[in-house]
């Protein structure tokens, strides 16, 4: 069992596994479930505290999981719910804490309650999802979807249109209605009744639209990540979810958690959805919204930690995620993006807080420049190649054994992995002292010695310089070379003269 000790989410670092590209057991090219109980070992080994499963759910996979047609079983491509039982009894004994995902804001359009929508109009399963008459001989506002053209789909037997904000099969629940509230805190008891820790909430704050449905500002933002610009969602009714929600998981015992992905660029808008009675955490986008420029980091951190101060919520940490670029492709790849991702790591975790790590994150893993022909992200698709997608940083972890499949699979993966990843596998990196897989272990052992609040030191331009009690934190961004202040060096991102760090270099220095 993890040992509980109370709030241990606030200081805790959870691993993000995107199921498809972990490691897959039956040989089909598709991680599942069970690929990833064989690999928990690892993850103890790295020392993090936690995983969060991206959905495992039935779902067709028109956006990889994200479109669930049945939330409370498991999909055959990833096992059964005797696998799942198994990963989280495995989990535990190895002292792993294990959220899940959960797709609320929309369902898979192959889902009963939406095929019975679409059957019959007069069906009371339509009343869960938002189907509205057009207008002119279009859809009933201007709204788009994330991903392209209109957030509208015209249900052809009716006449009317239905809401989609990503892809038109994944329909948006209406939680206007009882019935869609209430199934999902059967969905979340189902789940934690079989013993997650928590869960993490899928595009949470956009789960009740404006009712009256009015029209957005135009023009929209070409690539809409966050949704600052969008003044249908980020609704007040939202509030009362969440609130339940609270309630209904603080009935359990050892303390399970919320975690919502709240996509705003200001924290002041995020701070709202983690009051003491609504989520735990929510995640904070503004490091993973920043390049590598001191005076912007810096601002991240301040901004996020005045706004989240103010409900008494520790702000996230996340530098990736299976939906953004991979950080050292983002850092301007190379050696150099390679050089600032390391560096980024040590920063990352010196900050005060829970701390979301992306599988592949501690190998250093590039975004993949894949050919489009094997592309299979509906953003791809959907717009037509303009953007490139979410695969790049999707493809599967190099194990070992060399290509094609990497350990990952004895089959073939499902997006290839680049023949240069030999050098990069988790076998390679094990056994090197300097690897990136090095020093996120070194990292997450020694963590646990930074307490405290973070205090800033005065330090020139271009740098930063920070305590956590007696554990100093440097980090030349692109400055000439800083002075290191006394102390023990604890741990470096990479080689340094003694006494000073090159640009694009951080270290921790124990000074008491
Ligand atoms: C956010 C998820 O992280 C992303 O992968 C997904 O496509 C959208 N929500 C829609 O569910």
């Not at 309630?247 to 303390?255: C, F, H, S, T």
Request: charged share 25%; aromatic share 10%.
């Amino acid at each position: 069992m993890p040992e509980t000790h109370i709030e241990w989410w606030r200081d805790a670092v959870f691993y993000e596994i995107y199921i498809r590209s972990f490691a897959d057991s039956d040989g089909d090219g598709v991680g599942d479930l069970g690929g990833i109980r064989e690999r928990l070992p690892y993850l103890r080994e790295l020392g993090v505290d936690g995983i969060w499963l991206t959905p495992f759910y039935r779902s067709p996979g028109a956006d990889h999981g994200y479109d669930v047609s049945d939330y409370v079983d498991v999909d055959p491509q990833f096992g059964t719910l005797d696998d799942f039982d198994a990963l989280v009894a495995t989990a535990r004994e190895l002292g792993l804490r294990v959220i899940v995902d959960i797709v609320p804001n929309h369902s898979s359009s192959e889902h009963a309650w939406f095929r019975n929508a679409l059957a019959d109009p007069s069906h009371p399963d339509r009343r869960r999802y938002v189907f509205r008459p057009g207008r002119d001989s279009g859809p009933p506002n201007n709204w788009p979807s994330n991903w392209g053209g209109p957030a509208w789909t015209r249900d052809e037997r009716s006449g009317e249109w239905y809401l989609h904000l990503f892809a038109p099969e994944q329909p948006d629940l209406d939680w206007h209605t009882e019935e869609v509230r209430d199934d999902f805190e059967g969905i979340l008891r189902f789940w934690l009744d079989r013993g997650v820790d928590g869960f993490r909430i899928d595009v949470a704050h956009a789960l009740y639209k404006d009712a009256t449905l009015r029209d957005e500002q135009e023009p929209f933002p070409e690539a809409p990540f966050s949704s600052d610009w969008r003044a249908a969602v980020d609704q007040p009714e939202v509030h009362a979810v969440y609130r339940d929600w609270r309630r209904l998981v603080g009935g359990y015992e050892d303390e399970r958690v919320l975690v919502g992905e709240v996509v705003f660029s200001d924290p002041a808008r995020t701070a709202p959805y983690v009051r003491p009675d609504e989520l735990h955490m929510a995640f904070n986008f503004t490091l993973l919204f920043q390049g590598w420029e001191a005076d912007g980091i810096r601002a991240a951190i301040d901004r996020s930690r005045a706004a989240l101060a103010e409900v008494g919520a520790p702000p996230t940490w996340v530098l990736e995620n299976h939906d953004v670029t991979r950080l050292p492709t983002r850092y301007g790849g190379g050696a150099e993006g390679l050089r600032r991702a390391r560096a980024a790591a040590l920063l990352l975790l010196a900050l005060q807080g829970p701390v979301f790590l992306y599988q592949g994150q501690e190998l250093g893993l590039e975004e993949v420049d894949l050919p489009d022909e094997v592309r299979q992200d509906p953003i791809f698709r959907r717009m037509k190649g303009v953007r490139k997608g979410r695969d790049g940083c999707r493809v599967p972890i190099p194990w070992d054994d060399g290509p094609p499949g990497f350990g990952f699979t004895s089959g073939t993966p499902w997006l290839p992995i680049p023949d240069s990843w030999d050098a990069k596998t988790v076998e390679r990196q094990r056994a090197a002292e300097h690897s990136p897989l090095a020093l996120y272990r070194s990292a997450l052992e020694l963590r646990g010695r930074l307490t405290g609040d973070l205090a800033w030191r005065e330090s020139p331009e271009g740098t930063l310089v920070f305590d956590r009690g007696g554990v100093v934190c440097a980090v030349n961004v692109d400055a000439p070379p800083l002075p290191l202040p006394d102390g023990e060096v604890l741990l470096a991102s990479d080689e340094h003269p003694p006494g000073e760090l090159p640009p694009g270099t951080a270290a921790w220095i124990l000074v008491a």
